[in-house]
């Protein structure tokens, strides 16, 4: 599987914009690239997804390198609301919405 | 949006016992659903691959004959865990995704299965 590398941990305040970093060097020209989030006790909330250009959505942006060897989470005014574990994971075609996980980055927002 | 759902949310059962975990896809077909089960403090870790209407394929080192996984509709995958233990106390989450390489996938609430 495809494998990516996000910080253990990262510490925003509210209302500041977030970036959470994920590296995927290994990705192929057809791997999505996912984020979820997770609180505690709950399953993993969607947050976003894009194969090579970037996006955006009412959660979140998603900014894709043009070599697509990493990629950026960015929320754009962190409330406390979006302190969680999120992930970074790499769909490979043909793996039928298989998505393995990583340790994702926990993300702490200060009041 | 696309939703998943999961039945129970939590469950308490004896040793020894089976007991089962729904998870539905509410308003789109799922050929393939995926379970997981997460221990305090980890990740999330793929235990099986559910099929409809054929046999689930199960990651290394998953007992197929302790989780046994029926996929009977397009809108329903269910998980048993039989002859449960301590050990098999978790939190077990569904996952479903329509539409093709690069769509949604989506995840259920999750399970939380205590065994005492």
């Known amino acids: 599987d495809a494998k990516t590398t996000q910080p253990n941990s990262m510490e925003s305040n509210e209302e500041e914009p977030v970036h959470l970093p994920c590296n995927h060097s290994?990705?192929?020209?057809?791997?999505?690239i996912h984020w979820y989030r997770q609180l505690p006790s709950q399953g993993p909330e969607y947050v976003i997804h894009?194969?090579?250009s970037n996006v955006n959505n009412r959660m979140a942006s998603l900014a894709i390198a043009e070599d697509r060897k990493s990629s950026t989470l960015i929320l754009h005014r962190a409330t406390l609301r979006d302190a969680a574990v999120y992930y970074c994971?790499?769909?490979?075609?043909?793996?039928?919405?298989?998505?393995?996980f990583g340790k994702g980055t926990l993300l702490t927002v200060n009041p | 949006g696309a939703v998943v759902s999961q039945h129970p949310s939590w469950v308490i059962c004896k040793s020894g016992t089976s007991v089962k975990i729904e998870c539905r896809s509410l308003?789109?077909?799922?050929?393939?659903m995926f379970w997981y089960r997460q221990f305090p403090k980890q990740s999330l870790m793929l235990m099986a691959t559910?099929?409809?209407?054929?046999?689930?394929?199960?990651e290394q080192g998953v007992e197929k004959d302790k989780f046994l996984i029926n996929h009977a509709s397009l809108t329903l995958s269910t998980l048993t865990v039989t002859s449960a233990h301590p050990e098999d106390s978790s939190f077990y989450i569904c996952?479903?995704?329509?539409?093709?390489?690069?769509?949604?996938?989506?995840f259920g609430e999750g399970s939380w299965l205590t065994v005492v």
């Open positions: 996952s479903a995704g329509s539409g093709g390489h690069g769509n949604t996938i989506y």
């Open positions: 290994t990705i192929s020209g057809t791997d999505y």
């Open positions: 894009g194969l090579t």
């Open positions: 994971i790499l769909s490979e075609r043909g793996s039928n919405y298989k998505l393995t």
């Open positions: 308003d789109f077909q799922a050929t393939t």
């Open positions: 559910s099929n409809e209407g054929s046999k689930a394929t199960y």
